[in-house]
């Protein structure tokens, strides 16, 4: 069993900057790949970036140029958001594989991104 516990959220205007963390009960290398998702009211939770256990990131069209997402040597990943928009406003989700059967998510911190 992996627990994530999400922090970094809140309220921010437009053009404003946030960073999500994210922090596993073991070893963010562990995992095969790790990832933050977002679901807006209404809609699906789609992917916003990517990272696999080597390294190689990938990103959501709409995010890219804008944000980050990295790690540390432990066990904590995070988001970071530049320019933000009205539009990536949305609860954030972490997310690790394990393996192919194995997955886990956070319990979701809400973005808020208003004027």
């Known amino acids: 069993q992996v627990q994530l516990v999400e922090s970094g959220g809140g309220s921010v205007q437009p053009g404003g900057s946030l960073r999500l963390s994210c922090v596993a009960s073991?070893?963010?290398?562990?995992?095969?790949?790790v990832a933050w998702y977002r679901q807006a009211p209404g809609q699906e939770r789609d992917l916003v970036a990517g990272?696999?256990?080597?390294?190689?990131t990938r990103y959501a069209d709409s995010v890219k140029g804008r944000f980050a997402i990295s790690r540390d040597v432990r066990n904590t990943m995070y988001l970071q958001m530049n320019d933000l928009k009205v539009e990536d406003t949305a609860v954030y989700y972490c997310?690790?594989?394990?393996?192919?059967?194995?997955?886990?998510w956070g319990q979701g911190i809400q973005v808020t991104v208003s004027s």
């Open positions: 997310n690790v594989i394990v393996n192919d059967a194995v997955k886990y």
């Open positions: 073991r070893s963010i290398f562990s995992f095969k790949y």
């Open positions: 990272m696999t256990a080597g390294g190689t």
